[in-house]
């Protein structure tokens, strides 16, 4: 085991790079700490370990596929025997590639993280000062994630085994696995402690102490520290600092490079000549092909582009790219589509007769009748069985197994780049957010609203009065984490928020989730396989780790 920590230092801390490259140059280990440089370029390290590299393996990288996947936003078309499918459909597995990649990634960082805090002295000036701040920010944001990832949400119980937590850099240091209630302790005093310490302007490629504020932000609202939630995010938003895009710059929100964005408060900056590897391995190739780059095989849900959907003005559809099929001259063809009984996609032609469109099932004709529901025209029609079938109007669309393709562009087109990402870890909409959910959980519904309302409008919907505006059967906690997935989705948060507030997450929506035997079509928050397994090459090389059930 010694052997294997030993090459976790030599990996984070002897290795210099540039934040904005990859791969970087190792150099040794006493050129790197002797010059006046050297706690800076370990520090950039822990950031490129964060980011990881152009074939998609790292820290970030892995942490979308595995928040992501286990979601209701996302529908795969197929099986395949990456380990993300084992994530995607509840069947977890102890020898995913991808979660042990996540971890060793993340304690390769800590590590680093650990050594530069070792070695700086602070009080020496306010550029080593913020520079030791950086490090405790991504030791923070690392076990953060980590414990939601590898442990029960801090709302089902403090006692729960969480991960273990390593605050040295000493190969003697073999720590086992510490409690939730204890990482989250440890995750709110290093993002307090980097507080402090950084006070330098920096871009949002690198941590500040507006970063650590907003993950304070987060981290206290998944403790249910409401007061504390709103009040870092008070922090963030009264600096001044960052201003939400524009409604008309919105859905360009990630091709945008992330130097230029005004609400992106932290985020792990990617470049074509050291990230991209011409896409195929990026976490946005699984999302879209564009451009001949990508597999692009796992799409949005239908779940939540029906969420979506309920105002077709919503500036959010366009992260969604339905890919249209034309006839032979080039025209769309009109359709009409549903979902069976089995969640099956069904397409079908439409036809105009006399002013009165039709399609045909099984040999007879069937008129597409509409009703309104205030602004929104809604389609139907009536089965041999005298059952209302909602329907869709739109037009046909390539398909992959029968499952269209809805493509998913939050994670692509970086400076127009097919498969070049930034991913965001906070900005300015989410921090309106934690402040909505943390006012309805302190039955303050109008602040809740007035929060709410801030994204609704910049998406240019409809906002709510008040509740006798909410969809029927909905209340305050409903309409937040709904427009929590609306506004967040694909940025690593959906799992979590279903989770956390122990809720179930329903996947009664076509997709491979429900192939084979057991499938989950919903999830329980008290479900073991709400959390991955811990990685079992990890069990081997320090056999105390306790398993996750």
């Given at each position: 085991m010694k052997k294997v920590i030993l090459s976790i230092i030599m990996a984070a801390l002897f290795t210099a790079c540039d934040i904005d490259r990859f791969p970087y140059d190792s150099i040794a280990s006493e050129e790197l700490f002797a010059g006046e440089g050297g706690l800076e370029s370990a520090t950039l390290g822990n950031y490129a370990l964060l980011k990881g590299d152009a074939d998609g393996n790292g820290f970030a990288p892995q942490l979308h596929r595995l928040t992501e996947y286990p979601g209701d936003n996302v529908s795969l078309s197929g099986t395949t025997t990456d380990p993300l499918f084992y994530t995607y459909n509840y069947?977890?597995?102890?020898?995913?590639?991808?979660?042990?990649?996540?971890?060793?990634?993340?304690?390769?960082?800590?590590?680093?993280?650990?050594?530069?805090?070792?070695?700086?002295?602070?009080?020496?000036?306010?550029?080593?000062?913020?520079?030791?701040?950086?490090?405790?920010?991504?030791?923070?944001?690392?076990?953060?994630?980590?414990?939601?990832?590898?442990?029960?949400?801090?709302?089902?119980?403090?006692?729960?085994?969480?991960?273990?937590?390593?605050?040295?850099?000493?190969?003697?240091?073999?720590?086992?696995r510490n409690t939730v209630g204890e990482v989250y302790e440890q995750v709110v005093q290093d993002l307090l402690k980097a507080e402090t310490l950084m006070s330098l302007t920096k871009t949002n490629s690198y941590a500040t102490q507006e970063a650590a504020q907003a993950l304070l932000s987060r981290v206290y609202l998944y403790m249910e520290e409401n007061d504390k939630a709103i009040e870092f995010a008070d922090k963030v938003i009264n600096s001044g600092q960052f201003s939400l895009v524009s409604t008309s710059s919105l859905p360009s929100y990630f091709n945008m490079n992330p130097d230029d964005n005004p609400e992106t408060i932290f985020c792990f900056k990617y470049l074509e000549e050291s990230d991209y590897n011409h896409g195929w391995y990026t976490v946005g190739s699984m999302y879209a092909n564009i451009q001949g780059s990508g597999w692009g095989e796992m799409y949005a849900s239908s779940s939540y582009l029906e969420l979506l959907n309920q105002h077709p003005e919503d500036a959010r559809i366009n992260f969604i790219e339905p890919q249209y099929l034309t006839d032979t001259e080039g025209n769309k063809i009109p359709v009409v589509y549903w979902i069976d009984d089995t969640y099956k996609y069904q397409f079908r032609e439409t036809f105009e007769d006399g002013g009165v469109t039709y399609f045909t099932e099984n040999e007879t004709n069937y008129e597409v009748m509409s009703e309104q529901d205030g602004d929104l025209t809604k389609y139907y029609f009536t089965n041999s069985s005298n059952e209302k079938v909602s329907l869709i109007m739109d037009y046909d669309m390539d398909k992959r197994n029968g499952y269209p393709k809805f493509y998913i562009l939050k994670a692509s087109l970086q400076d127009d780049v097919p498969q070049l990402w930034s991913p965001v870890v906070s900005r300015l909409a989410e921090l309106y957010l934690n402040k909505a959910e943390a006012y309805a959980k302190l039955g303050n519904t109008s602040m809740a609203l007035e929060n709410v309302n801030i994204i609704r409008e910049r998406a240019g919907i409809p906002t709510y009065g008040s509740a006798a505006d909410f969809p029927e059967g909905q209340e305050i906690m409903d309409v937040v984490l709904d427009e929590r997935r609306m506004e967040l989705a694909y940025e690593g948060h959906r799992k979590f928020d279903v989770f956390r507030n122990n809720r179930v997450l329903d996947r009664h929506y076509p997709g491979t989730h429900l192939n084979g035997n057991n499938p989950y079509y919903e999830v329980e928050p008290t479900d073991d396989r709400v959390i991955e397994y811990i990685p079992e090459s990890q069990i081997i090389a320090q056999p105390s780790l306790i398993q996750n059930q």
């Open positions: 069947h977890n597995i102890t020898t995913s590639s991808r979660a042990n990649n996540l971890w060793s990634a993340g304690y390769k960082a800590v590590v680093g993280c650990n050594k530069v805090i070792e070695l700086a002295s602070e009080g020496e000036s306010v550029e080593m000062d913020h520079l030791i701040g950086e490090n405790y920010y991504l030791r923070g944001l690392i076990y953060f994630q980590l414990v939601n990832v590898f442990g029960r949400p801090y709302s089902q119980g403090t006692s729960n085994l969480g991960v273990p937590l390593k605050t040295t850099s000493s190969i003697e240091d073999l720590p086992d």
